[in-house]
């Protein structure tokens, strides 16, 4: 995406309080150990590649919403 014109868009919106964002009651007591297969074997996931910085371009285009306001 390098020299590329990008649109970015950006949603300002509360956070719903009321919103579980917990494991449900006792779901590691349920799941520990379930697995019966094969034993699992995480690869080597490589070399990852090189990525260009967004962050910067957020908190300007942050920056620049409340400076406008």
């Known amino acids: 995406m390098r020299n590329q014109d990008l649109e970015v868009i950006v949603i300002y919106q509360p956070v719903n309080q009321n919103q579980q964002i917990a494991w449900s009651r006792r779901f590691f007591e349920r799941t520990f150990g379930a697995w019966q297969g094969e034993t699992l074997v995480r690869e080597s996931q490589g ?10 371009v957020i908190f300007w285009i942050i920056n620049l919403n409340f400076d406008s306001h």
């Open 47 to 56: 070399k990852l590649p090189e990525r260009d910085s967004l962050l910067g």
